[in-house]
């Protein structure tokens, strides 16, 4: 086992620095903790503060500052739940999913950049590990995620 987590180790320092040149123009607008929540819930669907604050591992006033400047930038948006007018229920705005979706496509133009060096039946192998390696993680797959995102975007 120890040789494999090297060997995602050392995967996981390619994804880290593909990340980072996305996010590089947001440096400015919002912090890496504001952009997971933004990413929490475009993947998750709304939920309110606690919810959040519970999938994010940080106590609730910390979400609420997040939050808060996310609603300030207008990337966020907060509204009453239907089935319970007392909870807020949080979702990235239109502004929010246009951000996320163009860090996504960063994000995709640079791995597929990647992926074109490695040969193709390696490629195929990498598909089935990748997917069951982010379901352990608990992530929600990417097709599911930009679904999420087209319908939002598609309200505008």
Request: positive net charge; glycine residues 4%.
């Amino acid at each position: 086992m120890a040789e494999q987590v090297e060997v995602v180790l050392d995967a996981s320092r390619v994804l880290v620095a593909v990340s980072s040149q996305s996010l590089a123009a947001l440096d400015e607008v919002i912090s890496l903790t504001q952009f997971r929540v933004l990413v929490i819930l475009a993947s998750r669907g709304p939920m309110d503060l606690n919810a959040l604050a519970q999938q994010m591992g940080v106590h609730p006033s910390n979400a609420t500052r997040a939050c808060d400047k996310l609603v300030a930038l207008d990337l966020l948006h907060r509204s009453e739940d239907p089935a319970d007018r007392r909870r807020l229920l949080l979702t990235p705005s239109v502004s929010g999913q246009r951000m996320l979706h163009s860090v996504s496509e960063h994000r995709r133009a640079a791995i597929h950049e990647v992926l074109t060096r490695m040969p193709v039946r390696q490629r195929h192998h990498l598909r089935q590990v990748m997917r069951d390696f982010a379901a352990a993680g608990g992530e929600t797959p990417s097709r599911e995620w930009a679904g999420l995102l087209s319908r939002s975007t598609e309200l505008t």
